[in-house]
Structures are given as structure tokens and as C-alpha cells.
């Protein structure tokens, strides 16, 4: 199947510091990425949709200035996550959509922060 | 409004043994697609099995199985003879297209032990 990495995989920062989590598909172009957030032992949350060449569209609850998406090229995506708090701790994973098929994930980043 | 129910939130068996997990969804829509993906203790999430809704045809690969039943809006998956590699979060989720936006379920966690 299709490759999408995620990095980094695990990221510790203090409280106040952005932290950036880059997706990327690398072998083919992904149009559409999604990201989203998983607390322990409880299921994935769509955060929101990312398109290449315009503006994310957050999920419900989501907040847009809080995590900051970027979907420059057909095969990168970036997760800013700004003034980064504890309660921000979790793990965050992407997901690439292949034309005329599924999507697929990357391996997650696990953030905390102190 | 869609939804996945995974009422399981943790089944353990011995090694060799078959282990069936439940999954119940809910959605007006008359096309949508199933989905089932493993989350090994790594953390990515590896597709298993998409089905659309009008394919009520049973599925087995290899140890998998999967019991597709719009009667009763059930999508439940059978790891037969489960090995120690089969410890792992797996989830069930609905979708509106065949290459998401997810409801995922909440998750059942097996764990397998020798």
C-alpha cells in the first residue's frame, strides 16, 4: 500500500512553545490529508481536513488558531500546534487520501507537553 | 447523524483461540462504507477491509472474516486461531465516501496471550 510518514513520532516541549508535525505522502500525491487526535485508550477525532492550495476546514470544536494547518505542496501537510499547554498532550495522526482509494495513515506523533 | 458502536472495550484470549469483534452503526444514508483498521501497540493504523453498502457478500482473508448484516446494521470482524501478533486496538468506522471522512468507533482492545 501507499507510504505516508509522520514525523516526528515523539516530540517533548515546554509549555508555551509551538510544535510543528509534518505528514507526508512519499509515494504519490495526496490531494486531501486529514488529521486527528487520539486521547489514551479512546478513539481517533477528526481535527480537521486539509486540501492542497487552501484553508483546512476544522472540525467542530477545533481551534483553527490553535492548530495551525498548512497544505503547501501535493505532498506534505504540517500540524503547528501553537502555545502549546499540557492539555494539548496527545497523539496526533494524519492520514493521506489516495485517488480512487482509501486513505492512509501514518505511524502518529506522540507530544507532550511539560 | 452517523455513529459506530464498539461495545467491547477489551476481549483477551489464549493464543489459538477465535475472538469475534463486535461493531453497530447508525446512518441515514443509504450508500456508505465500512471500514475496519488494526492499531498495533506502534501506534499507525493499518487498513483491514472496506466494504460499501450494497455488498452484503461475507469476506474471509486468511484468519479474518468479516459478517456484514444490514438487517441489524452490524459489521463484525472474526480473527480465527488469534495469534500473539493479533494484540492490538482495532477499529470499526463508517464513512459516506470510499475514502473516509471517518466515525470511527471507540475501539476494542485484544489482547492475546500465549
Known amino acids: 500500500g501507499a507510504v505516508v510518514s509522520q514525523h516526528p513520532s515523539r516530540v517533548i516541549c515546554k509549555s508555551g512553545t509551538s510544535v510543528k508535525i509534518e505528514c507526508r505522502s512519499l509515494?504519490?500525491?495526496?490531494?486531501?490529508m486529514f488529521w486527528y487526535r487520539q486521547f489514551p485508550k479512546q478513539s481517533l477525532m477528526l481535527m480537521a481536513t486539509?486540501?492542497?492550495?487552501?484553508?483546512?476546514?476544522?472540525e467542530q470544536g477545533v481551534e483553527k488558531d490553535k492548530f495551525l494547518i498548512n497544505h503547501a505542496s501535493l505532498t506534505l501537510s504540517t500540524l503547528t500546534v501553537t502555545s502549546a499547554h499540557p492539555e494539548d498532550s496527545s497523539f496526533y495522526i494524519c492520514?493521506?487520501?489516495?485517488?480512487?482509494?482509501?486513505?492512509?495513515f501514518g505511524a502518529g506523533t506522540r507530544l507532550s507537553v511539560l | 447523524a452517523q455513529k459506530v458502536t464498539q461495545a467491547q472495550t477489551e476481549i483477551s484470549v489464549v493464543e489459538k483461540e477465535d475472538v469475534t469483534l463486535d461493531c453497530v452503526y447508525e446512518?441515514?444514508?443509504?450508500?456508505?462504507?465500512l471500514f475496519w483498521y488494526k492499531q498495533p501497540p506502534s501506534g499507525e493504523l493499518v487498513f483491514l477491509i472496506r466494504?460499501?453498502?450494497?455488498?452484503?457478500q461475507n469476506e474471509i482473508s486468511g484468519r479474518y472474516s468479516w459478517n456484514f448484516q444490514k438487517s441489524t446494521s452490524s459489521f463484525n470482524f472474526t480473527i480465527t486461531a488469534s495469534q500473539v501478533v493479533d494484540s492490538a486496538v482495532y477499529f470499526c468506522?463508517?464513512?459516506?465516501?470510499?475514502?473516509?471522512?471517518?466515525?470511527f468507533g471507540a475501539g476494542t482492545q485484544v489482547v492475546v496471550t500465549p
Open positions: 486539509s486540501n492542497e492550495g487552501s484553508k483546512a476546514t476544522y
Open positions: 509515494d504519490f500525491q495526496a490531494t486531501t
Open positions: 468506522a463508517l464513512s459516506r465516501d470510499s475514502w473516509g471522512k471517518f466515525q
Open positions: 446512518t441515514r444514508d443509504t450508500t456508505y462504507y
Open positions: 492520514s493521506a487520501r489516495v485517488p480512487q482509494d482509501i486513505q492512509y
Open positions: 466494504r460499501n453498502s450494497f455488498d452484503e
